[in-house]
């Protein structure tokens, strides 16, 4: 009988996964009120039935699967995980998310079209979770690192243009900072052709959990672009350091390899060097 009850749980859990990601709320709703029936009938029969052991291992592993297989379920009945990661990212770019609401302009640079037009209430509530849930969702957003984390953990230089993402999902650089911000050395002209010719980032490129590192199992050699207004020096010191790379810190804007071919192209032979040793 335990064995039967563990099996009807199990079936029960795959028809309300089922439900859940065809988003079929009646069909949901009935699973669960068949699911609590049956669960109500395995909790009497282990409860009552004192004359003989029941199978321990069956408990226990039906749980378990339980449990596993209810961390595939889709975002459904709530949608609160939206905030959660929303508030890790907030902390990680080292912003009280007591603060600010959601659709505050502060907080533009750490939009994206996967989180943000999910979150409930986020053009006039701040979060409502207390500290020892922030820092639990600050923990899964260094568990789970993306560039955007990354990116947004200093604060960005005022002639940085990475503008948020748009409608379709793509990011592109404010034209009236690309010069300043992306190609400083270069002249007015070429920087013009630059920003036409360069495309837009899929959001996507930016928002994708970071789940294997290259440097952990690969030397890594590394330049610092001190003028770099696109991405902070500091955070590149920081990631470089972190890789155990070796560093070489140039005099330019991002388009270091540009300005300082020469230069750019030593590290990259000494590099290459250095492996096939």
């Given at each position: 009988?335990?064995?039967?009850?563990?099996?009807?749980?199990?079936?029960?859990?795959?028809?309300?996964?089922?439900?859940?990601?065809?988003?079929?709320?009646?069909?949901?709703?009935?699973?669960?009120?068949?699911?609590?029936?049956?669960?109500?009938?395995?909790?009497?029969?282990?409860?009552?039935?004192?004359?003989?052991?029941?199978?321990?291992?069956?408990?226990?592993?039906?749980?378990?699967?339980?449990?596993?297989?209810?961390?595939?379920?889709?975002?459904?009945?709530?949608?609160?995980?939206?905030?959660?990661?929303?508030?890790?990212?907030?902390?990680?770019?080292?912003?009280?998310?007591?603060?600010?609401?959601?659709?505050?302009?502060?907080?533009?640079?750490?939009?994206?079209?996967?989180?943000?037009?999910?979150?409930?209430?986020?053009?006039?509530?701040?979060?409502?979770?207390?500290?020892?849930?922030?820092?639990?969702?600050?923990?899964?957003?260094?568990?789970?690192?993306?560039?955007?984390?990354?990116?947004?953990?200093?604060?960005?230089?005022?002639?940085?243009?990475?503008?948020?993402?748009?409608?379709?999902?793509?990011?592109?650089?404010?034209?009236?900072?690309?010069?300043?911000?992306?190609?400083?050395?270069?002249?007015?002209?070429?920087?013009?052709?630059?920003?036409?010719?360069?495309?837009?980032?899929?959001?996507?490129?930016?928002?994708?959990?970071?789940?294997?590192?290259?440097?952990?199992?690969?030397?890594s050699f590394a330049i610092v672009a001190t003028e770099d207004k696109s991405i902070d020096p500091n955070l590149e010191r920081k990631m470089y350091k972190?890789?155990?790379?070796?560093?070489?810190?140039?005099?330019?804007?991002?388009?270091?390899?540009?300005?300082?071919?020469?230069?750019?192209?030593?590290?990259?032979?000494?590099?290459?060097?250095?492996?096939?040793?």
């Amino acid at each position: 009988m335990v064995s039967l009850l563990a099996a009807l749980l199990l079936a029960g859990e795959a028809a309300g996964l089922a439900a859940q990601f065809g988003r079929d709320l009646t069909a949901f709703i009935i699973v669960a009120v068949l699911q609590g029936i049956v669960w109500a009938a395995a909790a009497a029969v282990v409860t009552r039935s004192t004359d003989r052991p029941h199978p321990l291992a069956v408990i226990l592993g039906t749980a378990i699967l339980l449990r596993l297989l209810a961390l595939s379920a889709p975002v459904f009945l709530s949608d609160d995980i939206n905030r959660y990661i929303w508030d890790g990212r907030v902390q990680a770019a080292g912003i009280n998310p007591y603060r600010y609401i959601p659709a505050d302009p502060d907080l533009a640079r750490l939009r994206d079209e996967a989180i943000y037009p999910n979150i409930n209430r986020n053009n006039y509530a701040p979060t409502i979770y207390p500290p020892v849930a922030q820092m639990l969702f600050l923990l899964a957003n260094r568990v789970g690192e993306t560039v955007l984390a990354l990116a947004t953990s200093v604060p960005p230089a005022k002639e940085n243009g990475i503008l948020p993402p748009d409608a379709a999902g793509f990011i592109y650089y404010d034209k009236a900072k690309f010069h300043a911000g992306f190609v400083a050395e270069q002249t007015r002209p070429k920087a013009d052709f630059m920003y036409a010719s360069q495309g837009p980032i899929s959001v996507k490129a930016f928002v994708t959990p970071l789940t294997e590192a290259a440097w952990k199992t690969k030397p890594s050699f590394a330049i610092v672009a001190t003028e770099d207004k696109s991405i902070d020096p500091n955070l590149e010191r920081k990631m470089y350091k972190r890789a155990g790379a070796k560093v070489t810190e140039l005099k330019g804007s991002h388009t270091i390899f540009m300005a300082n071919a020469k230069a750019v192209t030593d590290v990259i032979e000494a590099a290459a060097k250095t492996i096939n040793k």
